[in-house]
């Protein structure tokens, strides 16, 4: 297991998880919101978007766990090439989302949360959260019926990210949905 794609909506730990796994795997991370926001939140077209992931990937020769999903401009790319309920997405992002507020912690060119943006504009972080988190779930599920091949260890708690991250498993993780 060299090529790893960590999925779910936001706030549910895509990210630490992400970074732990690669460290864990010693392959590169990837964090798809990283490459996705650019100054003042701009964001790419499909196109630029497609070729930013497929540039980070290309640079990972010997593997990578990727965080993010972004679907709707990607499409499977980075599922086709990989070998994770919503009260707990709430509360890690308030929690996030809150620190970085607070310590006006710079994310990706120059931008920072803000409560505007968190909650009170149309399309603010936890109303996203809140609108795509079932959607989001079923897209997930089709994706994966749609790539047999891969293998997925579907998580869903803490304890299991946990357990999963200090297991010893050697790259034959079977396939497992719950």
């Known amino acids: 297991m060299k090529r790893v794609q960590v999925v779910g909506t936001s706030g549910s730990g895509k990210t630490t998880t992400g970074r732990l796994l690669a460290e864990r795997l010693g392959v590169q991370h990837i964090e798809l919101d990283a490459l996705h926001h650019g100054p003042n939140w701009a964001e790419p077209t499909a196109e ?12 990972a020769p010997d593997g990578w766990v990727i965080d993010g999903g972004y679907g709707s401009k990607l499409g499977t790319l980075v599922a086709e090439q990989a070998d994770l309920p919503l009260h707990v997405c709430l509360r890690r992002l308030w929690r996030r989302t809150w620190g970085r507020i607070i310590r006006r912690e710079e994310l990706w060119s120059g931008n920072r949360e803000s409560i505007r943006n968190a909650f009170f504009i149309k399309d603010s972080l936890f109303s996203w959260t ?10 997930i599920r089709e994706r994966i019926a749609r790539n047999p091949h891969v293998n997925v260890v579907h998580l869903r708690s803490q304890r299991e990210v946990d357990q999963f991250l200090q297991s010893d498993f050697d790259g034959d993780v079977q396939r497992t949905l719950g």
């Open 48 to 59: 630029e978007f497609r070729t930013r992931v497929e540039a980070a990937i290309g640079s």
């Open 130 to 139: 809140i609108r795509r988190h079932r959607p989001g779930r079923k897209l």
